[in-house]
């Protein structure tokens, strides 16, 4: 059974920093593009971040640009989304999500998700 699992959500202020990471069941983890969305509340998921099965290619949502940082470690099975400057309007639930081709920022596209992980940012 493929599992995805997020951790490292939490409370923080405004202009601060959390690290999401996410490790996944999925063998070879190296054959899967990952990426992140997330959803706010009465909101649709949106995407935030993708990154492709070696780390060549990275593609983020304007949103989140030069902010967010998405990398992984195949030898690890983890991807990992290090959030800096972080904005009220970030609060949401953050998904990892797998897809064996490369979907960017297609939802649709993603074969498997995590169960998500709150990150809360107060102003």
């Known amino acids: 059974q493929v599992q995805l699992v997020e951790s490292g959500g939490g409370l923080v202020q405004a202009g601060g920093s959390l690290r999401l990471s996410c490790e996944a069941s999925?063998?070879?983890?190296?054959?899967?593009?990952m990426g992140w969305f997330r959803q706010a509340p009465g909101k649709e998921r949106e995407f935030v971040a993708a990154?492709?099965?070696?780390?060549?290619?990275?593609y983020y949502a304007d949103s989140v640009k030069g902010r967010f940082t998405i990398s992984r470690d195949n030898a690890k099975n983890t991807v990992s989304l290090q959030m800096n400057s972080l904005k009220p309007e970030d609060t949401a639930v953050y998904y990892c999500?797998?897809?064996?081709?490369?979907?960017?920022?297609?939802?649709?596209?993603?074969?498997?998700w995590g169960q998500g992980t709150q990150v809360t940012v107060s102003s």
């Open positions: 999500a797998a897809s064996q081709i490369w979907p960017m920022a297609s939802a649709i596209r993603y074969d498997y």
């Open positions: 999925l063998r070879p983890f190296s054959s899967y593009a």
């Open positions: 990154i492709k099965w070696h780390g060549d290619s990275i």
